[in-house]
């Protein structure tokens, strides 16, 4: 966090809570490639909102959840244009010194190849939360099985950008696996694109660490991963009410959970002779 | 799909008009969201405007010259106890484009299911 802006924005009140705090990360990263000025005032003014909303809330008695999920619900659908947003931006710092412009985008370059799929499980982390908690607090909470998966597979996914920097091989299988239900949202065309693209991100990521060298690591490495990612799918589209069916799609969990265990355990080195 | 030049989209002309409308409520500088919560009083649904939708649009209503903006005084802000607010205000140019945007979409044959019921 740079500039005069956001300088004076830490000696003030801060917006609060989970969702808050995630928006601003959220903001924080599209801003990344943008011009040190447009990313100062975006993140501001949406710091600002953010604020106003909780205000908002506090003064008409609402409780704090309520303005959690409205935050969550804002950030999510802005999200494509957010997005759309930042890229009209890089394109006007084009006019920008080169030193400066090559600073910026070589900063938010190498922060996109890195993270890029982690951004996006959570983003779809935070709108199945957001879906889900919605459905718990409907009256009789009528899709109680589904609001349990969505639940789930968001927390996988959280579990995922979590542990991203410690334990990368474990965050993207547990991003492949929170995914892969995402991915099969017929009826939301974009979060099913952004499911598909984030866990097809995640396992390339996996392969790409276990497979080294070796072809034949990476090929195991990658059938543990579509075991793994087709496990909840096939639990979601077939396993509810199928006793049996369901034991299956846990079985074919747990064999391409070993299957990874095997690509990523230590190799023994042979000695060449003299 | 892209626009004419010099036509709104609709979320523009909400905007324009929840501006205006707080104008005339004695409101001369508003912010972001008290702009997403007039328009969402207006909305059946009653949701808030999300962020990256609401501030693309007010950035370009501002190119425009159809609004105008400014941080407001970071002491006064500070004082309240909150982060200081980007504050709007209407210009000489909104009501006009606001009427033309109107007088457009009035003329234009209602389609799909509007077309439908209207009568």
């Known amino acids: 966090m740079t500039g005069r802006l956001a300088r004076e924005r830490t000696g003030t009140a801060a917006a609060t809570g989970v969702a808050a705090r995630i928006v601003l990360a959220w903001v924080d990263c599209y801003t990344g490639g943008?011009?040190?000025?447009?990313?100062?005032?975006?993140?501001?003014?949406?710091?600002?909102?953010?604020?106003?909303?909780?205000?908002?809330?506090?003064?008409?008695?609402?409780?704090?959840?309520?303005?959690?999920?409205?935050?969550?619900?804002?950030?999510?659908?802005?999200?494509?244009?957010?997005l759309l947003w930042a890229q009209t931006q890089r394109a006007a710092s084009r006019g920008l010194p080169a030193e400066q412009k090559a600073g910026i985008m070589n900063n938010a370059t190498r922060l996109l190849v890195r993270w890029w799929w982690v951004l996006g499980a959570a983003v779809l982390a935070a709108w199945g939360y957001t879906m889900s908690i919605g459905q718990l607090l409907e009256p009789g909470m009528p899709y109680i099985e589904g609001t349990i998966q969505g639940l789930t597979m968001s927390t996988l996914l959280a579990a995922g950008v979590v542990l991203r920097a410690r334990m990368p091989r474990t965050a993207g299988t547990l991003?492949?696996?929170?995914?892969?239900?995402?991915?099969?949202?017929?009826?939301?065309?974009?979060?099913?694109?952004?499911?598909?693209?984030?866990?097809?991100?995640?396992?390339?990521?996996?392969?790409?660490?276990?497979?080294?060298?070796?072809?034949g690591v990476g090929t195991l490495a990658a059938?543990?991963?579509?075991?793994?990612?087709?496990?909840?799918?096939?639990?979601?589209?077939?396993?509810?009410?199928?006793?049996?069916?369901g034991l299956m799609w846990l079985v074919l969990g747990a064999v391409g959970v070993a299957l990874l265990i095997a690509a990523g355990a230590p190799r023994a080195h042979t000695v060449q002779p003299v | 799909m892209r626009r004419r030049p010099g036509t709104l989209l609709p979320l523009e002309a909400?905007?324009?008009?929840?501006?205006?409308?707080?104008?005339?409520?004695?409101?001369?500088r508003f912010h972001g969201f008290g702009i997403a919560k007039v328009i969402a009083e207006g909305d059946e649904t009653a949701t808030l405007t999300s962020h990256g939708t609401l501030y693309k649009a007010l950035g370009r209503l501002e190119a425009a010259g159809l609004l105008a903006s400014d941080w407001e005084d970071a002491d006064a802000a500070?004082?309240?106890?909150?982060?200081?607010?980007?504050?709007?205000?209407?210009?000489?140019?909104?009501?006009?484009?606001?009427?033309?945007?109107?007088?457009?979409?009035?003329?234009?044959?209602?389609?799909?299911?509007?077309?439908?019921?209207?009568p």
Do not use: K
């Not at chain 1, 993140?43 to 008695?61: M, T, V, Y």
């Not at chain 1, 999920?69 to 244009?81: E, N, T």
């Open chain 2, 78 to 118: 500070a004082e309240q106890g909150r982060p200081r607010r980007r504050l709007y205000e209407v210009t000489g140019a909104t009501s006009v484009a606001l009427a033309e945007h109107r007088l457009q979409t009035s003329r234009v044959a209602p389609l799909g299911r509007a077309a439908w019921e209207t």
């Open chain 2, 14 to 28: 909400e905007i324009l008009d929840a501006a205006l409308r707080l104008h005339r409520s004695g409101d001369q």
């Open chain 1, 175 to 215: 991003v492949v696996a929170g995914a892969a239900t995402f991915a099969m949202l017929w009826w939301a065309p974009v979060v099913m694109a952004l499911g598909i693209v984030v866990a097809l991100g995640a396992a390339v990521e996996v392969v790409r660490l276990m497979a080294r060298r070796d072809a």
């Open chain 1, 34 to 82: 943008v011009s040190a000025e447009t990313a100062e005032r975006r993140r501001d003014e949406i710091h600002s909102d953010l604020w106003e909303q909780q205000a908002d809330a506090r003064a008409n008695g609402r409780p704090p959840i309520a303005a959690s999920l409205s935050i969550a619900r804002r950030a999510v659908f802005g999200a494509p244009a957010d």
């Open chain 1, 223 to 245: 059938i543990g991963l579509v075991a793994v990612a087709a496990t909840p799918i096939g639990y979601a589209a077939l396993g509810y009410e199928s006793g049996a069916l």
